[in-house]
């Protein structure tokens, strides 16, 4: 099994940035696809982007336009998602995700961290 801990969600205005971090452990993790949804309020959960252990990165543009940044530490097991000039439609609560490579679906998801963005 795989635990996943997110970190660093709050409440920011429009245009700041944040953070956010995913530590993950239980397993070792080069086999693993790691990455990022959000759900906003009223919304569906919406993929973020993802990153492999050797650091291929896949984004979901439509949701952030370039502003988010997704990177990976791999001697901490751990994933980062920076966010920069955030709009109040990134308000959601983001989750940390993770699965095998050679699996469909990702089934390893964090308890999640709010992300509020005031105007």
């Known amino acids: 099994q795989v635990q996943l801990v997110e970190s660093g969600g709050g409440l920011v205005q429009a245009g700041n940035s944040l953070r956010l971090s995913c530590a993950a452990s239980?397993?070792?993790?080069?086999?693993?696809?790691m990455g990022w949804f959000r759900q906003a309020p009223g919304k569906e959960r919406e993929f973020v982007g993802s990153?492999?252990?050797?650091?291929?990165?896949?984004y979901n543009l439509d949701s952030h336009k370039g502003r988010f940044t997704i990177s990976r530490d791999n001697a901490k097991n751990t994933v980062y998602l920076q966010m920069n000039g955030l709009k109040p439609e990134d308000t959601a609560v983001y989750y940390c995700?993770?699965?095998?490579?050679?699996?469909?679906?990702?089934?390893?998801w964090g308890q999640g961290t709010q992300v509020t963005v005031s105007s």
């Open positions: 239980g397993r070792t993790l080069s086999n693993y696809l």
């Open positions: 995700v993770a699965k095998l490579i050679s699996k469909t679906e990702y089934d390893h």
């Open positions: 990153i492999t252990w050797s650091r291929t990165i896949r």
